[in-house]
């Protein structure tokens, strides 16, 4: 006589003591990233350097500009320029840092897939550089009302268009500094290469005629320029893509492929 066990059916089997994975949403992957750029020394107190020197560029202008410069449409403009020249660097930071500190092994552990996280980074950026505005418009609202109330204009007459520009200027600048971080994945020498290419190109075309007609399409610094101001034409937009896709889009796409392939180690 033989017998025959019965194999145990998937309904007869008892539940399954793993707990399924969930991975991390691009939404919460992005908070991560943007409490990361305040969790180092570096990212904290570059954060406030840029708010310190908006606020310093302010009081400059309350001591030595003229009345009728002491606007809040001046105030918010006069700090948009060096600010937008430390957004970079933050930038920089967020990307490699992960690389610098040797924690891009943990976290693309923790999140096998590097093109969410690297998103997530150039979101967190966005959001650094979209508070920068902000920051911008409360030191122009506070600074407003004492240069009113010391003899200067004290108008409070804003474009509204203004606001979009400045937005580009300071979203684009935090961006290119990413890319530059994302093409080097070092700290230094992408803050090296960032800030020295513009400068070299600066020389160049001021050497050199014949560069002086393409500068005016890819020197950021001059197709850049009109943004400070609320009334931008057609072909100065045009000016702008163009000098973009150069020093944004196509480091950016480099830096992508490299990071995506590069072994972490």
């Known amino acids: 006589m033989t017998t025959t066990t019965a194999k145990p059916t998937a309904s007869s089997a008892g539940p399954d003591p793993r707990p399924a994975v969930r991975r991390p949403s691009l939404l919460r992957l992005t908070g991560v990233e943007s409490r990361k750029l305040v969790d180092t020394r570096a990212g904290l107190w570059l954060l406030l350097t840029i708010g310190l020197v908006a606020a310093l560029v302010a009081t400059a202008q309350l001591i030595w500009a003229d009345d009728a410069a002491q606007s809040f449409t001046e ?45 997530a980074k150039l979101g967190a950026t966005v959001l650094a550089a979209l508070a920068s505005v902000l920051a911008s418009l409360a030191v122009a609202a506070v600074a407003t009302p004492i240069a009113g109330a010391t003899g200067g204009s004290g108008s409070w007459a804003f474009e509204g268009t203004l606001l979009l520009h400045a937005s580009v200027v300071q979203v684009t600048s935090v961006l290119m500094g990413a890319a530059f971080g994302l093409l080097l994945l070092n700290t230094p020498l992408a803050i090296v290469t960032y800030l020295l290419l513009p400068m070299v190109w600066t020389i160049l075309t001021s050497m050199i005629e014949p560069l002086r007609e393409p500068a005016r399409w890819l020197d950021t610094a001059q197709t850049m320029e009109p943004l400070f101001t609320p009334d931008v034409t057609a072909g100065q937009w045009g000016r702008v893509a163009v000098s973009l896709l150069l020093w944004l889009v196509l480091p950016l796409v480099a830096g992508l492929i490299r990071t995506l392939r590069r072994e972490v180690s």
């Open 75 to 119: 105030f918010f403009t006069a700090s948009l320029l060096p600010v937008s020249v430390l957004l970079p660097v933050l930038g920089i930071l967020s990307i490699t840092s992960e690389w610098s500190q040797r924690s891009a092994l943990t976290t693309f552990a923790l999140v096998p897939r590097r093109e969410l996280v690297i998103i």
